[in-house]
């Protein structure tokens, strides 16, 4: 595994405790009244309270599928983890649909596998189909990704991008490629995916982020929807007992979907915080996720050193080769308000020593 050694941690948001983290991305609603209680109630004193059965049974049902296509896992990160051990090989390739969430090279470079990407172009950042379709039908062994919506760009493939994927994917010539969509922000997005075409090309995998749907960064839950033959794999690599009790009581209680008013909440939160981000001179790009990317251009240093001094975090878009964009999280008008107040304070009196 020649690249192994090279491969360098990404970076991530989050923000020290007592700040407003507008940096990292957890379902600004909260964690569900009933998810609190199942975690509250979990037991952990027996290797029987780590019995994954009841919750992917669950799970498979809030979805439509049947169980033997859902595998609960410690987060998505858990999940493109063993994507990436399991299914990476001598010989297979990895493409990414970019500018995007930096693990996926770094699980492929993990794996020994190099990664290339097909990349989104500003200012609209709208997913790159036509050079994703390509590679599925390329001939040859490849793990084809993309995030839906994207992370950092909120772009979102919708139902004629998804139709396009799975034209891909059914084509005579379609090679062995297997599409991996990285649906963990998808709750907040305005289509739905067609899980049920998807997984029955036998060729396609779904990513989901409990830990963001729900908003416990500190439970690491996530699932996994595919063909029972790529799951098997997928188990065959995996440690004992990798999802903990309060995980699996998450997960037991969890809907995927939000319910029609909590949709429209966020959507109202996200146009808010998109407009507000523009009468500050930034230029919002349009998401369908639950947080914004904005250009900021030569400013972007200025307000993330002055929104810091005020403990605001904002996440700083270079590491995503996006210098001069920074992505900000949809929040609750009284937390959008201090973000824009601050925005207020830094126009009339910029950081000094934030020039870049
Ligand atoms: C696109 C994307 N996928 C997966 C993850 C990891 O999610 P989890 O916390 O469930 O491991 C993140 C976390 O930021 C993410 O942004």
Redesign the pocket.
């Known amino acids: 595994m020649a690249g192994r050694r090279n491969v360098r941690p990404v970076r ?1 948001g989050g923000a020290p405790a007592g700040w407003l983290d507008l940096s990292a ?1 957890p379902n600004p609603l909260g964690t569900p009244a009933a998810v609190r209680a199942a975690i509250g109630a979990a037991r952990y004193d027996r290797y029987a309270d780590l019995d994954v059965c009841a919750a992917e049974r669950h799970l498979a049902a809030d979805a439509g599928v049947p169980r033997a296509l859902v595998l609960l896992t410690a ?3 858990e999940a ?1 983890r063993l994507i990436a051990t399991a299914l990476i090989e001598p010989g297979v390739r990895g493409v990414v649909a970019g500018p995007t ?1 930096g ?1 996926y090279a770094r699980v492929a470079a993990l794996a020994g596998a190099t990664t290339d990407e097909v990349c989104a172009t500003e200012p609209s950042f709208d997913p790159p189909l036509a050079a994703l379709a390509s590679a599925l039908k390329a001939p040859g062994r490849a793990i084809v990704v993309i ?1 839906d919506p994207n ?1 950092p760009t909120g772009r979102s493939i919708g139902a004629s991008g998804y139709r396009r994927l799975l034209g891909a994917l059914r084509a005579p010539e379609a090679g062995e490629a297997i599409l991996v969509v ?1 649906q ?2 998808a709750p907040f997005a305005a289509a739905r995916s067609p899980i049920g075409a998807l997984l029955a090309t036998e060729r396609a995998l779904l990513v989901r ?1 409990l ?2 749907r729900l908003a416990v ?1 500190g439970v ?1 839950v ?1 699932y996994v929807l595919g063909p029972p033959r790529l799951l098997a794999r997928l188990r065959a690599v995996r440690d004992p007992w990798p999802v903990g009790a309060h995980a699996i009581a998450a997960a037991s209680a969890a809907r995927w979907e939000l319910g029609r008013s909590e949709r429209a909440r966020i959507v109202a939160w996200r146009s808010s915080l998109a407009s507000g981000l523009a009468a500050h001179g930034l230029r919002p790009v349009r998401s369908d996720a639950n947080f914004v990317l904005a250009w900021a251009g030569p400013r972007a240093r200025e307000i993330l050193v002055g929104l810091a001094r005020r403990r605001i975090a904002v996440r700083d878009a270079t590491s995503f080769d996006l210098p001069g964009y920074l992505r900000v999280a949809v929040c609750p008008p009284a937390e959008q308000a201090l973000l824009l107040a601050a925005l207020d304070a830094l126009r009339a009196a910029p950081a000094p020593g934030s020039a870049q």
């Open positions: 991530h991305n987060g998505a990160s493109l969430y693990e995030c992370n990285d963990s922000f982020s830990t963001k960064p690491r996530g």
